[in-house]
């Protein structure tokens, strides 16, 4: 059983940043990658990037270049940088982990980016 809690979202201006975090808890080693997905009002969640415990990148097209995903093997957490935001970027950005193929993941956390 894995629990993930996000922490980071918040209202911000267009072309400004936020760095969300992500803590797993339970089954530490066994998390493999870990990632971020988001979804806006109305519409499917989607992904955003995923990092691997050897950090292994992989981003979505529409955040390449802006956002910039890491992980603290240590500590279990994951970490997105969010630059360069735009009001495109607005909706729940939610963490996820993969335990054997198995999905977990957190509640969520809103990004709001205003123009």
């Known amino acids: 059983q894995v629990q993930l809690v996000e922490s980071g979202g918040g209202l911000v201006q267009a072309g400004g940043s936020l760095r969300l975090s992500c803590a797993a808890s339970?089954?530490?080693?066994?998390?493999?990658?870990m990632g971020w997905y988001r979804q806006a009002p109305g519409k499917q969640r989607e992904f955003i990037a995923l990092?691997?415990?050897?950090?292994?990148?992989n981003y979505a097209d529409s955040v390449e270049g802006r956002f910039s995903i890491s992980r603290d093997n240590a500590n279990n957490t994951v970490y997105l940088q969010m630059n360069s935001l735009k009001p495109g970027d607005t909706a729940v950005y939610y963490c996820?982990?993969?335990?054997?193929?198995?999905?977990?993941w957190g509640k969520g956390t809103p990004v709001t980016v205003s123009s």
């Open positions: 996820n982990a993969k335990v054997y193929g198995l999905n977990y």
């Open positions: 990092i691997t415990r050897g950090g292994t990148t």
């Open positions: 339970g089954s530490g080693s066994s998390i493999n990658p």
